[in-house]
Every structure is written in C-alpha cells, then in structure tokens.
RNA sequence: GCGGAAGUGGCGGAACUGGCAGACGCGCAGGACUUAGGAUCCUGUGGCCGCGAGGCCGUGGGGGUUCAACUCCCCCCUUCCGCACCA
C-alpha cells in the first residue's frame, strides 16, 4: 500500500507543469479569454499567509476557468520600488536592487513551490528599467497636456521617512508606513497628476462598476472624490482698492467663500479664512500689529494638515481687523481667521453662519461673536438665538432675509443662487473632496522624474529618445535631508536638452504607486521596448475580468488604477473606460488579532505550512477555513483536519483505482451507466449533488469553505460504503473517483493530478475537463418531510420525492405518532410544502 | 458625528429564494488495533431536565409580522473597518 507523500507529489507535478508550459497563454480567438488578477506584491522578502491566501483564491478560480474551457491570462510580477529596499541598505548596506532582487527570488520560489498557475514568461519587475522607462513615459504624456505640474505647496512629510506623502497616504495623522510617527506640514516644491480633472469620470463610470465592485469599495470611492454643490460667493474687502480688470495677481478686492448653504446668508455674521490663505499677508499689511497676525497666523498654520486630532481640536482663531461687505445683506461682517477652515478644500475661506452650522456656533460660542437666526423649523417651535445649545442645521423656512423670507430652504438656494451669478457676485460651483495627487518623492529607490531643469529654458522634459532615463546604482544613501540622487553629480548636471546649456536633473523620484497604476497593461505585452504596450494585445486581454486584492487598497490603488486608464484612454492606448470589471476584496489573514506584518513579529510564512504538510493541504485549509471575503484569524490546530483528509482520500484511491484504469471512459460516462442498484445509485446521486453544488460555488458565491466541505461529505460518503468494490460497478466506481478528482483540481492541484494519473489517465487535466452535472443522477428519489404541530417537529417521515400536496398531507395524518398527538384537537389550518414539511396548527 | 460590515456550540464556520439551527472541520470524551501512539478506525459531543421514551430552552438584547424567523420589519447593545472641522 503506497502513502501519500505530499512533497514527492507536489515536486513531480511542478515539474511536469513546467515543462508543458501549461499556465502560459497566448490570444487565442477560439476559445472565451478570461484575465484573473491578483494584486502585484512587494517583494518584502517573505510570502506569507495573506499573500498565500490571496493566491490560493486566484489559483483556484484560474484553474476552474481554465478547466471550463477558457483561455486564462494569469500573471504576477513584483511592486520592486519603495521605501523598505532604501532602508535596508541605510541599516546594512546592501545595495537595493540586491536586496529587492534577493526578496523577489525568494517569494518566486515559494510561488513555485505552491505551484500557482502562473504565465512566468509575463514575470515583470517594476524597478527594472524596462519597465519603468514606460513610467517616465506617461509622466511625459501627462505633461504634454498638463496633466502632471509643478507646484509649491504645504505637504505631508513623514520625518522617519524624509520623504513626502500623498494625501492617501496619511492614516490618523500618521504615515501609512508608520503609525507612531504624526505627519508634519512642509512647504515644497512638487509634481502633481491632475486627477482632479477627472473626478466626475471617476465618479460617473462607477455605474461600470455596480455589481461587479463591492458595494463598500464604491462607497469609499465615492466619498474620497466627495463631490458637493454649492455657491460660490464674493464679499468685497472694505478699504481695498477697486481691483483692476487687467490685473490677475496682487491684492484682491474681495474674498471668495464656497458654501452649500447660500439660503443662510442672512445670518452670516462674519467671514472665517484658513491660516494658509493667500489672501492674508495683504489684509495684514498696514496693520499696526502686523507682525503679531502673522506670528498668530503661522502657528495655525502649522497644524492645518490633516492630523490626528484635528477633527476634535478646540477651534483657535483671531479677529484680522479687518471687514468684508455681505453681498446679499449690504452689512458688514468681520474677516477672522480659524484653524478649522481647511486650505485646500472649496476657496479656503467660509462665511460663518453660527445659528446653521455646529462648527461656526462652537467658534462663535468662544469668540462672543452673534448668531442670528434666519431659519426656523418648517414645524415645531421657533428658535430664539440666546436659547440655542447648539446650532440648526436642518432645511426649513427663511426669516429675517430680505426679500427671501418666507421661502425654503430648497427654493431658496435656488433663487439665490441664481440671482447671485445675475448680479455678478457668485455662480454655482460644484467642489470636491479629490485632491491632486503628489506625486515627488524625496527618495532614491524609485523611477527618476524625467525632467531637467534650464536655467535659459525653464523645465525641459527629457526627449522620448533619451529614455529611460536611469537610476544610477552605487548611491550613497543615508537617509537624511533631500533626494539622494541630489548627490550624484554625474546624474545631476547635464546639458540641456533643447538649447544644450547647463541643465540640473530632476532629482526626485515617482510615488510608487505610480508603478502598480497601469502594471497589468504591460502583462498582456511585457517585453514590448517601442511602446508600453501593443494596444490589440491589450484590446484582446481587457478589461480584467477579475481582480483580487485586500480591502486596504480600496481607495489608493484602485482610484489611481482608475485614473491611468482614463488618461490612457484619452491618449487613444485603450478603448476601455475600467480597467477592472469584477474586483473581489480578499479578508485579510490575521495573527493575534493583527494584519501580518514584519514590523508586529507575527508572520507565519508559507512556506514552513508547505514543508510540514504540503502545499495542497495548506491550499484547502486557507479556503476552509473562513469564506475568502472575510477575516481569518490564523489557528494552526484547523490545518491537521485537511492534512488527514487528504491522506485518508489518497489510501482510499489506492484501495480502487489500481482495478479502475482498464475502465473505459466512455462506460463510466454518466448516461452509460445503465440501470444503477440502490448502492450505485446513493454514491451517484452524492457524486452529482456534490457537483452540482461545488459549481455553483465556483460560478457565483466564492464560498470554497463550503465547496471543501462538499468535497469531505463525498468521501465520506464512500468511505461508509466500504468495500466499495463490492457495491458498485466499476464503471460507476470510475466515474464517481473521477468527479472527485476533478472536484478537487482547483483546490489541491497535485494531488488531484496524481489521482486522476492513477485512475489511468496519460495526460494532464487542465484544459476544458470540468464536468457536467447530471440533474436525473443528482436527484433525490426519497426525500425526508417534517410533520410539525404548531411549528414544532413532531415527527418525520419518509417519502417518494414530488409526491403531490394531498396525498403528503395524507400520509402526515396517517402517522401513528401524530395522529395520536392529534387525537381530540381541533385542526385550525395546515400548511404543506411538498418535499419539506408539513404544519398541522391546531386550537390551544 | 457620517458611512459600511458583522454578532450562531469550547473554536473556525454551515443553513442557497422564510421551512428540521449547528453541515464540514478542529477540539474534547469513550472505545478498537497496538510494545507504543501525537498514526489509523469506530462511537458520542449546543444547554438544561429525565433511567428511558421524551420534554423544555437556544442564533447579541427587546418588540413585531408569519402556520413557521439566524433569515423580514422597528428599537437598542457590542465589535471591527473606512471617512472625519469638506463649509
């Protein structure tokens, strides 16, 4: 008797698949293309059980499609740049590229040795510069049509990073890399892609996405773009000059407010500019205590990034000493400035109307400042300003606004509005919560901004022909102050390329997730060197019809995948609008409570699950264990229930297929049988039940936990009917072994491979062998009906499947158990649902 | 504060469209085989009562709809996640 050995078996069938070159796929018209995707992995150096279990999915869902027929694209690659590689050669100096190349071998060897399905000619890493040439490449097109710009700005820094962090990438007001270190604000110069120019893209191709998307992934999306209307409002400066038509800069005769509640205008009681508004220094000048604003205005200043405590913050502001006019009230209303006036958000500047909104009340509250009310509760009692707890926020009913009074709230934002774009003092704006994406990173382990500054020329791009331009290698990085690069001279000083004077590199390098924006294009082409891609290629491959990731990349990656393909679309590349037309966000594989990470100490690798008890068994209990969309603390005591069904199936093969290979296909095809015995028929009809259901777990619900279970319930099933020879047919032994075995394809491959070659089949069973269930061989003959009295079970019977309603009530009422209970009562009403039960209510 | 997801045995989880709650697995208990078992096989395993047949209770809590509710409706509690002074 031969024992399951899950290394030799798993080593066998690596190889056999290398040298087929199984997983590789190429256009093919003949056959549906399918495109599953699993998200690009940062070679950290360990694969481990999230990457694990976001594979495993992948790979079961790649084999089963391929198993139906369909020519499947399934690739990997590495997200090589970042910060971990940078730091790594800070602490042991180790050059990053050794270090990141030394991590990629090591997590494709653990790939490998799962035996994940993947096309390895398609393998791409992002820091090669074959590809990141192509980065540089876009970057260049975006410029072209300004979409990428420079600008001087407050930024996000993470001091332990010394780099800049995008607004995406600050988490409680810490970096996402480390979340004990608070961001601070730094002014600096910096590119940025205009996403903003495509936030109602971004928002309105979401009904692309409905269905195929989470319904929480849309949400957060919609909610980062943030879109809001509202009116657009000027307040003239008193004591300013008239500003002059011809001139664009300079100080400005009036301060533009953004709000969606235009209908409260007449309660408006003073004017609240963030700390950072351009428009300060010249309300300041003149000013006895000039000096002092501005100190006040500085250390505001200071803390007007997002942070941590900023939501809960105490409001700080002071009075500027200056007045601004209320456009549609004539009166004249103080010019403050607040901490809780964001910068960046509408005009950076709001009119606060205490009595309608909770933050101007809690300002006013502090600063003694009046706060009339103009509007009152469409029903119910009428507010009165000095009795008010806090502020009324509703829609109502206007009073106390002119000629709007007695209007609501609705009708009012509507008339206003429109009479304040005809009398040239607003118009309606729509603004969003989308900001431009920062995109410079002070750092040296990623692409090179391929830009030179000319002192004659301003900024030069560097020429298409000129690409890639290169990272160079043997760079001395110590983590502090700017952009390493800075310090590489032969890298720095280069002549210009348009008038051939002196010219300075660029020396800051990409975001990186500028990298895993557009890296599964290049798979459908990936050693293209004219062009990112061939755009039939990716005409044929896209979009992909199934992406898998972890949830934490719902806004981040996703949103700026997004955003690559519109502007790809807009360069004629593509022709589609989404990139992704199903996405499945993968639970996240916990240890103690926490997401596996390096830094926690709680990574438990693949590969020790491999070398203990196989990768097939590994395989199963990552997809038994929880259903793949939810969390899944890992518990090492659940993997020894698969181990030991793999190998108690594996004996059981043993036990019959040696008498089986002779069998021949075609007489243990389902409509070959012939007339089955009541033993045959049972381990049919678990067969094809089981089939039946494991498909339809594969076609639309995901949940593999309960596919596995299905699959344990089947050897079960002929494990309880041992000797199974002496019960059954060989043929139909044959055909109930080999459901079985394909069954099980997906989830443990290997063995499966190995099963299917000892019930004495010569070649692989990738392509196109998933198995039709046959509904006549999978339906119940006999079928178990509950008999409740007053919704409690009272007894079961046994009987034909489908007997018709009347004679099952019959039958029911014929039970000797529920007569008797029966006996005497008074029968109200009964319910029959044939097949399932049957309700007898009787009077109490 | 706003938005989302989820609460079922000792544990992971099952129950597809309202129809036997606890499939499957872990763990645990007992037994068989064995020099041995942490291998394998068999039996049992939600709680309480009962020698037993059987009965009662039970899906976070409280109401409701229904012949029938883990499932639908209302209120509340807890946990997790996302956003958060967005005007």
Known sequence: ??????????????????????????????????????????????????????????????????????????????????????????????????????????????????????????????????????????FLRMLERGLAYRKRSLVNWCPKCQTVLANEQVVDGCCWQHDDTPVEAKEIEQWFLRITQYADALLEDMVELEGGWPE??????????????????????????????????????????????????????????????????????????????????????????????????????FFTGRFATNPFSGEKVPIWVGNFVLAEYGTGAVMAVPAHDQRDFEFAQKYKIPFPVVIQPVEGASLRAEKMKEAFTDYGRLVNSGPYSGLTSAAAIEKMTADAQAKGIGEAQTTYRLKDWGISRQRYWGTPIP??????????????????VRLPENVLLTGQGQSPLANVPAFVNVKCPKCGGPGRRETDTMDTFIDSSWYFFRYADPHNDRAPFDPALVRYWFPIDQYIGGIEHAILHLIYSRFFCKVMRDLGLVEIREPVRRLFSQGMVLKDGAKMSKSKGNVVGAIDMAEKYGCDTARMYTLFAAPPEKDLEWNEQGIEGCARFLHRLFRLMDRHAPALSGVSARDSQPGKIGAASQKEKVLLRKAHQTLRRVTADFEARWHFNTSVALIMELVNTLHDHEPLDKHARPEVLKQVLELLTLMLAPIAPHLAEELWEMLGHQESLNAGEWPQYSAELAEEEQVEVVIQINGRVRGKICVDAGLPEEELAERAFADPKIEQLLRGARVVKRVVVPDKLVNVVVAQ
């Open 1 to 138: 008797m031969a024992e399951y050995n899950p290394q030799a078996v798993e080593a066998k069938w690596r190889e056999k698949w290398d040298a087929l070159g199984v997983f590789n796929a190429d256009p093919d018209p003949a056959r549906p293309k399918y495109y599953l995707l699993e998200m690009l992995p940062y070679p950290s150096g360990t694969l481990h059980m999230g990457h694990m279990r976001n594979y495993t999915i992948g790979d079961a869902v790649a084999r089963y499609r391929r198993m139906r027929g369909s020519n499947v694209l399934h690739p990997i690659g590495w997200d090589a740049f970042g910060l971990p590689a940078e730091n790594a050669a800070i602490k042991r100096g180790t050059p990053p590229r050794d270090w990141t190349n030394a991590n990629i071998a090591q997590m494709k060897s653990v790939c490998r040795r799962f035996g994940f399905s993947y096309d390895w000619r398609r393998e791409i890493s992002t820091c090669e510069p074959e590809y990141y040439r192509w980065n540089q490449w876009f």
């Open 216 to 317: 929480r992934v849309l949400i957060m999306q919609r909610n980062w773009i943030g879109k809001s209307h509202g009116t657009r409002l000027r307040f003239p400066i008193e004591g300013a000059p008239a500003e002059k038509p011809t001139e664009k800069k300079g100080a400005k005769a009036h301060i533009e407010v953004f709000t969606t509640r235009v209908d409260t205008i007449f309660g408006a009681a003073a004017v609240i500019l963030s700390p950072a508004h351009e428009l300060l220094p010249s309300l300041f000048a003149g000013q006895p205590n000039r000096a002092k604003l501005e100190e006040e205005a500085s250390r505001l200043r200071a803390r007007i990034l997002r942070g941590a405590d900023l939501a809960t913050a105490e409001k700080e502001g």
């Open 451 to 468: 830009v030179i500054y000319c002192a004659q020329c301003g900024i030069v791009p560097v020429p298409d022909k000129d690409l890639p």
